[in-house]
């Protein structure tokens, strides 16, 4: 018998790929990925065709709660500010829509925290 981790990794990966299946990122549309860890938030710009990455944050690199808004804290503050430098960054760049690929994760918490930062640097989902 599995154990309960195991179980809940399996589900989210199995939804990872169904919507895998559904997107795909292009040079003029990348797809904007999310990797929720316990304690961290990662995203990346990914252009599929060429399968190369094209912008990188993640909550790691030093992100300030400073820039986040009044009603958000913790780890939802952090998710928002590191999807907001990510939009920045990929503004620069010259990417203005992406495609948003949750990676299985439900649309809730830091993952949709990270995706309003996104929104509110400018990025067009």
Same mark, same amino acid.
Request: proline letters at 2%; a positive charge.
């Given at each position: 018998?599995?154990?309960r981790s195991k179980k809940r990794?399996?589900?989210? +990966? &199995?939804? $990872?790929?169904?919507?895998?299946?559904k997107i795909r990122g292009t040079? +003029? &549309?990348? $797809?904007l990925v999310?990797?929720?860890?316990?304690?961290?938030?990662?995203?990346?710009?990914?252009?599929?065709e060429r399968g190369v990455t094209l912008v990188g944050q993640s909550t790691r690199a030093g992100v300030s709660r400073a820039d986040a808004e009044e009603e958000?804290?913790?780890?939802?503050?952090d998710s928002f500010v590191a999807g907001k430098r990510l939009a920045e960054r990929a503004v620069e760049v010259g990417v203005e829509a992406?495609?948003?690929?949750?990676?299985?994760?439900?649309?809730?918490?830091?993952?949709?925290?990270?995706?309003?930062?996104?929104?509110?640097?400018?990025?067009?989902?």
């Amino acid at each position: 018998m599995k154990n309960r981790s195991k179980k809940r990794r399996d589900y989210r +990966e &199995r939804r $990872r790929i169904r919507i895998r299946k559904k997107i795909r990122g292009t040079a +003029e &549309r990348p $797809r904007l990925v999310v990797f929720r860890s316990l304690k961290h938030m990662e995203g990346q710009l990914i252009d599929d065709e060429r399968g190369v990455t094209l912008v990188g944050q993640s909550t790691r690199a030093g992100v300030s709660r400073a820039d986040a808004e009044e009603e958000l804290s913790g780890k939802v503050a952090d998710s928002f500010v590191a999807g907001k430098r990510l939009a920045e960054r990929a503004v620069e760049v010259g990417v203005e829509a992406v495609v948003f690929d949750r990676g299985g994760y439900p649309y809730h918490g830091r993952v949709k925290a990270f995706a309003e930062g996104a929104r509110a640097g400018g990025l067009r989902f």
